[in-house]
């Protein structure tokens, strides 16, 4: 005489009717067996059947390939009666039950996270920027350009137009002398409510503030330092480079957060970009140091300018 089948409760959802009816359910062999009570049971291929994940809480579901389903309202019987029929749970299940899997996870996750910052944004902003010609760059450097402009920030020139001829004539021999690395920048002098300042923008334009020249009383070699700066933003595309790694974390945040906040979504494309923005400073400076040095300038007009800042 066989023995009893091993039986658990559960609500039956044929996949027609809206409507559960109670049932019982066990294994006979490859196959599950379910008795609605209202005819023969029911044999379904184990393959056709996807068994719940063991959870803490909540009831357990069952679901057919047919469409059908089968709810267990009672947790922990369902978990004593798989392990007792030997449904054997996946590692994945096992590892999400287990404080110390999610531990490990969770530190593997943030050391991906900081080596795809530190590494893999880098990297995919050049092989970005390798696709992007330059005459881009020059588009919108010039679009930028006609922009603060026309919105009041820069208004004309108040130097002499001798001291321009001279300044520019001063960047233009200590170019030709650091060599032909050197980016070629359309150099803009321009009184502005900003004070003394001098800004790059992406294709070669230039802007020098008439509070800047003011600041270091004219002297040259601080304007040839700061103009080598600037132009190290140009060669490197440093522009272009933020836009592209803000472009990239925006969009990597966004998937990551969706639309559940705009605020976490937004602050790491921010500081991603503070950072990488101190990365082109420290760049453009040592290119300025540079070209100082090859023109017999001392690096330390730099620090004094600095200072007046």
Same mark, same amino acid.
């Given at each position: 005489?066989?023995?009893?089948?091993?039986?658990?409760?559960?609500?039956?959802?044929?996949?027609?009717?809206?409507?559960?009816?109670d049932a019982a359910i066990?294994?006979?062999?490859?196959?599950?067996?379910?008795?609605?009570?209202?005819?023969? @049971?029911?044999?379904?291929?184990?393959?056709?059947?996807?068994?719940?994940?063991?959870?803490?809480?909540?009831?357990?579901?069952?679901?057919?390939?047919?469409?059908?389903?089968?709810?267990?309202?009672? @947790?922990?019987?369902?978990?004593?009666?798989?392990?007792?029929?030997?449904?054997?749970?996946?590692? *994945?299940?096992?590892?999400?039950?287990?404080?110390?899997? +999610?531990?490990?996870?969770?530190?593997?996750?943030?050391?991906?996270?900081?080596?795809?910052?530190?590494?893999?944004? /880098?990297?995919?902003t050049r092989a970005v920027l390798?696709?992007? /010609?330059?005459?881009?760059?020059?588009?919108?450097?010039?679009?930028?350009?006609? #922009?603060?402009?026309?919105?009041?920030?820069?208004?004309?020139?108040?130097? @002499? /137009?001798?001291?321009?001829?001279?300044?520019?004539?001063?960047?233009?021999?200590?170019?030709?002398?650091?060599?032909?690395? *050197?980016?070629?920048?359309?150099?803009?002098?321009?009184?502005?409510?900003?004070?003394?300042?001098?800004?790059?923008?992406?294709?070669?334009?230039? *802007?020098?503030?008439?509070?800047?020249?003011?600041?270091?009383?004219?002297?040259?070699?601080?304007?040839?330092?700061?103009?080598?700066?600037?132009?190290?933003?140009?060669?490197?595309?440093?522009?272009?480079?933020?836009?592209?790694?803000? +472009?990239?974390?925006?969009?990597?945040?966004?998937?990551?957060?969706?639309?559940?906040?705009?605020?976490?979504?937004?602050?790491?494309?921010?500081?991603?970009?503070?950072?990488?923005?101190?990365?082109?400073?420290?760049?453009?400076?040592?290119?300025?140091?540079?070209?100082?040095?090859?023109?017999?300038?001392? /690096? #330390? *007009?730099?620090? +004094?300018?600095?200072?007046?800042?």
């Open positions: 005489m066989s023995a009893s089948p091993d039986r658990l409760a559960a609500r039956y959802f044929d996949g027609e009717s809206a409507r559960p009816r066990w294994l006979d062999g490859d196959h599950l067996r379910i008795d609605a009570h209202d005819g023969a @049971p029911d044999r379904v291929p184990l393959r056709h059947v996807q068994w719940p994940e063991r959870q803490r809480h909540g009831a357990r579901q069952a679901h057919l390939r047919d469409g059908g389903a089968l709810h267990f309202d009672d @947790p922990l019987a369902f978990d004593t009666w798989a392990r007792r029929n030997g449904l054997g749970e996946s590692w *994945v299940v096992k590892a999400q039950q287990s404080w110390r899997w +999610t531990a490990w996870a969770t530190l593997a996750l943030l050391v991906l996270c900081g080596a795809l910052y530190a590494w893999g944004l /880098p990297l995919g390798a696709f992007v /010609p330059h005459t881009f760059d020059k588009e919108l450097g010039e679009l930028v350009m006609r #922009s603060v402009q026309s919105e009041g920030w820069l208004q004309p020139s108040q130097l @002499p /137009p001798e001291q321009q001829r001279r300044l520019r004539a001063a960047w233009s021999r200590a170019a030709a002398q650091a060599g032909p690395s *050197v980016a070629r920048i359309e150099l803009h002098f321009h009184k502005s409510s900003i004070g003394p300042n001098a800004f790059a923008l992406p294709g070669g334009h230039v *802007v020098l503030t008439d509070e800047m020249v003011e600041l270091v009383d004219g002297n040259e070699d601080m304007v040839v330092g700061v103009l080598a700066h600037e132009a190290a933003h140009v060669q490197h595309r440093h522009g272009m480079r933020m836009l592209v790694q803000a +472009t990239l974390l925006g969009t990597v945040t966004s998937i990551a957060f969706g639309d559940f906040s705009s605020l976490f979504a937004a602050a790491p494309a921010l500081l991603g970009h503070l950072a990488y923005s101190r990365d082109h400073e420290r760049e453009a400076d040592g290119e300025a140091i540079a070209l100082l040095q090859a023109n017999g300038i001392p /690096p #330390s *007009v730099m620090a +004094t300018m600095f200072e007046r800042l």
